[in-house]
């Protein structure tokens, strides 16, 4: 299984159905591939991880503030309540926030939140906030111009001189292009344009055949929760291996994992929440696919008897649950 350190999390700010913001887990792990030589730190505070590529260094929250929900079918936007929100999480200590080029305005919203950390927080402030990006290019061919012009839409759109991390993905796995597209990714990274290069959702076959590219990934962002334990598998097993880490989502899937869905009966219409977001939506197939909802109401209940016992939520629990399964 996957190797950590510690792990703590901010349980009185985890994600309920109704949530803003879908937190996202990081594993901590010591890197022993010859052909990737980073390593990890844990900060005193037990809530950041400081990742080390070679001479590259970047702290992190343990706990990240996803930012899919900006992308569209969650309603409508505001976009100075989404900063205020983010504020908010930053100044609770969840200063780390995870986005995507396709999730709507996300990139543009980080963009107006640090320009306002800038002008309205201390220096050392700015020095916590930590940005993660992804790129998900069609599986075209991958030249170098290609690749540093779409980079720098992302470093515009969030108004930073060096992307924080940059997590890639490919959907094409017979088109190798990708090897190319992390080559580029890794020469901008040299540049100043990148601290550190990431993946997400790719499947173990392909982190190996890229980490025996000497490609320095220091991540792979993969769904990962107490229904979805794929990750435990062969992914796990490399991750050991190798050193990377996996930053998870689905944690709570979308809110399902909540006692708002406990005791309900989804096979009556109009019986019990609606599912009314692609990710409840999309959550909701996966305990489908995983037992059905009768199955599901006694893991809810089994997670509320341990909630209850330690005075949290079935969210905590979920998420503890993940962070517990990563620290192993």
Not at 101 to 123: C, Q, S, T
Not at 128 to 153: A, E
Not at 173 to 179: C, E, R
């Amino acid at each position: 299984m996957p190797v950590s350190v510690h792990s703590v999390i901010a349980t009185n700010l985890a994600t309920t159905a109704s949530s803003d913001w879908l937190h996202r887990n990081v594993s901590r792990r010591r890197f022993c591939s010859s052909s990737v030589k980073c390593s990890v730190d844990t900060a005193e505070t037990e809530r950041s991880v400081k990742l080390k590529n070679g001479n590259d260094s970047l702290e992190i929250c343990r706990v990240l503030n996803g930012m899919w929900q900006t992308s569209g079918g969650w309603g409508k936007i505001d976009r100075n309540d989404a900063v205020d929100a983010m504020l908010r999480y930053a100044d609770a200590g969840l200063s780390t926030f995870d986005m995507a080029d396709h999730y709507g305005p996300a990139e543009d919203l980080y963009g107006i939140f640090i320009n306002r950390v800038r002008r309205e927080r201390p220096p050392e402030y700015l020095e916590n906030i930590k940005g993660l990006t992804k790129w998900v290019p069609p599986p075209i061919k991958m030249t170098s111009s290609y690749v540093r012009q779409n980079i720098d839409i992302s470093r515009k759109r969030m108004d930073v001189a060096a992307l924080d991390m940059l997590q890639f993905h490919w959907w094409d796995y017979a088109n190798d292009g990708y090897l190319d597209a992390l080559k580029h990714l890794t020469d901008l990274k040299e540049e100043g344009k990148i601290k550190t290069v990431a993946l997400t959702n790719f499947d173990t076959e392909r982190l190996q055949k890229i980490l025996e590219n000497g490609i320095p990934v220091v991540s792979n962002q993969v769904q990962h929760s107490i229904v979805d334990m794929r990750p435990q598998q062969r992914m796990a097993q490399l991750c050991e291996l190798t050193g990377v880490k996996l930053i998870t989502y689905g944690t709570v899937m979308g809110g399902l994992l909540s006692e708002k869905f406990l005791d309900t009966n989804l096979t009556i219409p109009f019986a019990g929440p609606r599912l009314n977001t692609p990710s409840l939506q999309k959550y909701k197939r996966m305990v489908d696919a995983w037992g059905g909802w009768n199955l599901f109401q006694g893991l809810l209940r089994t997670m509320k008897t341990v909630a209850t016992k330690h005075g949290v939520s079935i969210p905590t629990v979920a998420v503890r649950y993940v962070l517990d399964q990563l620290d192993q």
